[in-house]
Every structure is written in structure tokens, then in C-alpha cells.
């Protein structure tokens, strides 16, 4: 098992990492800086394209994985769905990027953990 890395870092290189791309990144929730969760609002000149979390496999490294029950969802059932989550768990990040190629984004960040 690998060390995990603190949130705020891991959200802090995705925003940069988004940035390098040409593309827009944001907090939209911030959480526990150290041990928090991470979801992604993934978007495409600002139309949604998939919610995804950070999720530990059994092998204990990181995946990103889209969150089926937030999928094809309107705005405004995909913000409840977002408020819910997050006041179920205080220490969850919510981060809006919108990137030119989410599915490359989604496998460069698989692919690096």
C-alpha cells in the first residue's frame, strides 16, 4: 500500500494540471485538507459530461470512477445530488473542470494514479 497523498495537494495538482491544458478548474466544495474526498464535475465548454470520485481499489492505489447515479441528470438534480453527498460528508472536495477531452483527461489520471 502507498502512502496517500493529502487532498488539498492532490486538488491542488488537478487544478494546475487543468490550467496546463487551456482548460477551467474551480472548487466549488472544499473538505478535509489532509484525508478528504475528491469528486470531479467534468464539463465541456461548460456542459456536463460526467461525475466522477477518487476511489480506492483493492490493491490500494486510486482510480477515478464516474458516479452512475449522477449521470444524465439536469443541473438542478445534479447540484442536489452534489449538496446531499456533501452533507453527508463534510470532508469531500467538489471540483468543477472543464476540459477539452474528458475521457483522455479520465485516462491520463488513471493511468497516473
Same mark, same amino acid.
Given at each position: 500500500?502507498?502512502?496517500?497523498?493529502?487532498?488539498?495537494?492532490?486538488?491542488?495538482?488537478?487544478?494546475? *494540471?487543468?490550467?496546463?491544458?487551456?482548460?477551467?478548474?474551480?472548487?466549488?466544495? *472544499?473538505?478535509?485538507?489532509? *484525508?478528504? *474526498?475528491?469528486?470531479?464535475?467534468?464539463?465541456?465548454?461548460?456542459?456536463?459530461?460526467?461525475?466522477?470520485?477518487?476511489?480506492?481499489?483493492?490493491?490500494?492505489?486510486?482510480?477515478?470512477?464516474?458516479?452512475?447515479?449522477?449521470?444524465?441528470?439536469?443541473?438542478?438534480?445534479?447540484?442536489?445530488?452534489?449538496?446531499?453527498?456533501?452533507?453527508?460528508?463534510?470532508?469531500?472536495?467538489?471540483?468543477?473542470?472543464?476540459?477539452?477531452?474528458?475521457?483522455?483527461?479520465?485516462?491520463?489520471?488513471?493511468?497516473?494514479?
Amino acid at each position: 500500500m502507498t502512502a496517500q497523498l493529502p487532498a488539498r495537494l492532490v486538488v491542488t495538482a488537478l487544478i494546475r *494540471s487543468v490550467q496546463v491544458q487551456g482548460g477551467f478548474a474551480t472548487v466549488l466544495k *472544499s473538505g478535509n485538507d489532509d *484525508s478528504g *474526498s475528491i469528486m470531479l464535475q467534468c464539463t465541456k465548454m461548460g456542459q456536463f459530461e460526467r461525475l466522477l470520485e477518487r476511489q480506492m481499489t483493492l490493491d490500494g492505489a486510486y482510480e477515478w470512477r464516474a458516479i452512475p447515479e449522477a449521470q444524465n441528470k439536469n443541473p438542478l438534480e445534479l447540484n442536489d445530488y452534489i449538496e446531499r453527498r456533501y452533507a453527508q460528508d463534510r470532508d469531500l472536495w467538489v471540483l468543477e473542470l472543464d476540459v477539452a477531452d474528458t475521457e483522455r483527461f479520465v485516462a491520463e489520471l488513471n493511468a497516473f494514479g
